[in-house]
């Protein structure tokens, strides 16, 4: 089982990034699928969630309006778009599967994103 992110890097205040996390070794498709991340001396917090067939989507309030969390079912793919980055959102961004009655859940290894000018 795997989930790789990738697509972070540093970014100017305004700017605009798409995290990718693949998925491989589990049924993606069954799973609802999230985006966490965690700042420097902060604790990881939630950020975005879409549900398994993609028809529900939750932010975070600070992210509303300016992320876009999507999902390609057939690539196994999750994308998590960022729009009108903010200094605040400089953190490790993480992909995470989980599945209802399912003790199965699963965390990638995390992508940089670092917002400065």
């Known amino acids: 089982v795997q989930l790789v992110e990738s697509g972070g890097g540093l970014v100017q205040p305004g700017g605009s990034l798409r995290l990718s996390c693949a998925a491989s070794g589990f049924t993606f498709s069954t799973y609802h699928m999230r985006w966490y991340r965690q700042a420097p001396g902060k604790e990881r917090e939630f950020v975005a969630s879409i549900t398994s067939v993609g028809g529900v989507t939750n932010y975070v309030d600070s992210v509303k309006g300016r992320f876009t969390i999507s999902r390609d079912n057939p690539k196994n793919l999750v994308y998590l778009q960022m729009n009108s980055l903010k200094p605040e959102d400089t953190a490790v961004y993480y992909c995470?599967?989980?599945?209802?009655?399912?003790?199965?859940?699963?965390w990638g290894q995390g992508t940089q994103v670092t917002v400065s000018s």
């Open positions: 995470y599967a989980v599945r209802i009655n399912s003790p199965n859940t699963y």
